[in-house]
């Protein structure tokens, strides 16, 4: 079936695998010369100085000498390095001869299934060591390894690398070759080999930047937050030493909201948190429908509460699933088709 | 093998939320090796967002908002909601004038806690095995086959709501045939109870084909 979700990046071509390159390498080297001395130019233009002239300052140099309205950013006139603009592309692989340079051409990936023998390789190496070791009793005792910190590069990544295409079959072996020697106890041989497959994940928590808490005239501690669910947008500032009373758009939450469920949300972060009568809380809401509305202003409240709240208890929100954003919205009608998934009656004549 | 999503609006790497308030209070000694490989995971890994149905609050109950959804009609959640309320509560009524008209010794027999008898209910209309058609050589036979427990809860749920839709007076209203059809079950009698026990001998009696299943 077919995708909702889609990166910008699987949108892409993969440009480097499309064929032998267009550009020469004299070409991309004059392209650099030319860039460098231009950002000289520049440099000297708007009264900077040459040598320390960062790619921010050429981009803020550019969009204040050649404004421009186009709304895609691609489209707009930029200055950056060539090798940012002409995508990597493989070299002929070839001779004059017509002989191929690498002994594995005719199976058409040469790259990748060069890389799966070099894995292979390092693989029967360890498992080597690995025997040796047993025969002397030496066999180091595997500590487990963090998984959670690295993770493996995605295909996309593995195709810019290899600059060819893969399918989804070949990529998948490939990670479970290098999950393999990784599971070995001497696998620590093989340490930078692997590295240079694996990336390090940020814990997620340092991603988001908490507000620290305001106070308005009274003395009372607040602070704001926003959300949005489908079409409903909602602003709610949670106020410190309150009753629990809760105001939606100036009417009481028990007027504005008659179904249970939609105040069972609303009070949702609070009960989480243990904080049920202890925040008042003002709200607006436009758009969207009930159910909408209250996901807008859950979501708004539970940002605000991260500023009261100890930055744990912030991590146990967002395990909750309090403090992401909802994506899912309205499937769009499809034409030839009744509604989004909905297919006409299907007549035999 | 990298199967992509089914349509869903989520990166496929994004993980189940976990709502339940209790888990996040046990200090980090207490959890076992594979609760701590899942924490680490789910610290570095992005979250859904909790769906509108569910909450931490001690009211929120899975089985009774997927009982909910199954009767709900049209997408009425408000009416399915009020009706299950209702039934709940006449459970609890029905319980509570048994309850003060026994003797003093039967008393602490009878259960009062509609959960918890909606929950011994369901459990006691699971069936335990279930037929499945299979053709070979032209012919389809019932195989008996080994169920899985979503299967389970999803056919004894399935069997209250249409017993109680179809076999009910003009003028009885839902909840409370409900809770006559739920405190049955929990007393293992009742109509649903019986076509578990159907169903259970045309397994017994299918026993000859049982070989024809390869899974």
Redesign the interface.
């Known amino acids: 079936l077919r995708l909702m979700y889609t990166a910008t990046a699987m949108q892409s071509k993969n440009v480097g695998a499309s064929g032998p390159e267009k550009y020469t390498e004299a070409f991309i080297k004059k392209q650099i010369e030319e860039y460098n001395l231009g950002k000289r130019h520049l440099a000297n233009m708007m009264g900077e100085d040459p040598e320390t002239f960062t790619q921010e300052d050429i981009d803020r140099a550019i969009a204040y000498l050649f404004p421009s309205g186009l709304f895609d950013k691609q489209a707009r006139p930029m200055m950056k390095h060539p090798t940012e603009i002409f995508p990597e592309q493989r070299k002929i692989q070839w001779g004059e001869d017509g002989r191929p340079f690498h002994f594995l051409f005719y199976t058409g990936k040469q790259s990748y299934y060069s890389l799966m023998h070099e894995t292979y390789e390092k693989l029967l190496n360890v498992q080597k060591y690995q025997d040796q070791l047993t025969a002397q009793d030496h066999l180091p005792q595997k500590e487990k390894r963090n998984l959670a910190g690295s993770r493996w590069l995605t295909k996309i990544e593995l195709e810019e690398m290899l600059l060819e295409k893969l399918s989804d079959d070949e990529y998948s072996r490939f990670i479970q070759l290098l999950q393999k020697l990784m599971m070995l106890p001497c696998g620590d041989i093989e340490e930078k080999y692997i590295q240079k497959f694996s990336k390090e994940v940020p814990v997620q928590l340092q991603k988001v930047v908490i507000e620290p808490l305001k106070y308005d005239e009274r003395g009372v501690a607040f602070s704001t937050g926003e959300g949005t669910r489908k079409t409903a947008r909602a602003t709610a500032v949670v106020y410190d030493n309150g009753t629990g009373k809760i105001t939606v758009n100036g009417i009481d939450v028990l007027h504005y909201f008659p179904v249970l469920q939609d105040r069972e949300q609303l009070l949702f972060p609070f009960q989480f948190l243990d904080r049920v009568g202890k925040h008042d809380m003002v709200c607006t809401v436009s758009g969207g429908g009930r159910s909408a509305q209250a996901g807008a202003i859950r979501l708004a409240s539970a940002k605000a509460l991260r500023s009261f709240v100890t930055e744990k208890e912030v991590e146990f929100m967002r395990q909750a699933g309090l403090l992401t954003f909802d994506p899912r919205v309205k499937e769009r009608k499809k034409p030839g088709q009744e509604g989004a998934r909905r297919k006409f009656t299907w007549k035999k004549r | 093998?990298?199967s992509?999503?089914?349509?869903?609006?989520?990166?496929?790497s994004f993980l189940e939320?976990?709502?339940n308030?209790e888990l996040?209070q046990k200090p980090w000694e207490e959890l076992s090796e594979e609760e701590r490989?899942k924490l680490?995971?789910?610290?570095?890994?992005?979250?859904?967002?909790?769906p509108?149905?569910v909450?931490?609050?001690v009211?929120?109950d899975p089985m009774i908002s997927k009982f909910t959804n199954m009767m709900m009609k049209d997408g009425n959640?408000?009416l399915a909601?009020s009706l299950m309320a209702q039934t709940l509560e006449a459970i609890k009524r029905k319980q509570l004038e048994k309850y003060h008209k026994a003797p003093e010794d039967e008393k602490e027999t009878i259960e009062c806690n509609p959960y918890i008898i909606f929950h011994q209910a369901l459990k006691n209309c699971q069936p335990i095995i279930g037929l499945s058609s299979i053709t070979k050589g032209g012919k389809t036979y019932q195989v008996p086959v080994p169920l899985k427990d979503n299967r389970k809860r999803f056919l004894a749920m399935k069997w209250l709501i249409t017993e109680c839709r179809e076999n009910k007076n003009r003028r009885m209203l839902m909840p409370e045939k409900l809770s006559q059809e739920l405190l049955q079950a929990f007393n293992n009698e009742g109509p649903i109870i019986k076509k578990k026990h159907v169903l259970h001998k045309m397994a017994e009696a299918n026993r000859a084909y049982a070989h024809f299943r390869w899974w």
């Open positions: 093998r990298l992509q999503v089914r349509g869903s609006r989520y990166n496929p939320p976990e709502v308030k996040y490989e680490e995971v789910k610290a570095v890994r992005p979250i859904k967002a909790a509108p149905t909450s931490s609050s009211f929120s959640k408000v909601r």
